[in-house]
Nanobody, 119 residues
Framework: QVQLVESGGGLVQAGGSLKLSCVASGSVFSIKSWGWYRQAPGKQRELVANITNVGTTDYSDSVQGLFTISEAKNTVYLQMSNLKPEDTGVYYC???????????????WGQGTQVTVSS
């Protein structure tokens, strides 16, 4: 079994910064890619940033130049700067992971962490 746990969310003023973390544990053999997604109330979940195991990154237009995604062995981070109220939402990490328990590569999701940006 594979579990992903996010942390680092909170309440910040507009213009402030936050750094989110997501740790994968359990039957993790390898991670091909990581993604950060967010979902605001009443809106569809959207991709924020993605990183592959060879270091290739991709960002949504709205956060490009402001957010930075990075990874360690079992952890992905999202450094967020110059936050705006429209960045408010629940942020989820997704890992494309090969499980040593099943030897199947699948997407796994974290439970989400709330980010609230006040004006």
């Amino acid at each position: 079994q594979v579990q992903l746990v996010e942390s680092g969310g909170g309440l910040v003023q507009a213009g402030g910064s936050l750094k989110l973390s997501c740790v994968a544990s359990g039957s993790v053999f390898s991670i091909k890619s990581w993604g950060w997604y967010r979902q605001a109330p009443g809106k569809q979940r959207e991709l924020v940033a993605n990183i592959t195991n060879v270091g290739t990154t991709d960002y949504s237009d709205s956060v490009q130049g402001l957010f930075t995604i990075s990874e360690a062995k079992n952890t992905v981070y999202l450094q967020m700067s110059n936050l705006k109220p429209e960045d408010t939402g629940v942020y989820y990490c997704k890992g494309n992971i090969l499980s040593r328990a099943t030897w199947i590569r699948s997407d796994y999701w974290g439970q989400g962490t709330q980010v609230t940006v006040s004006s």
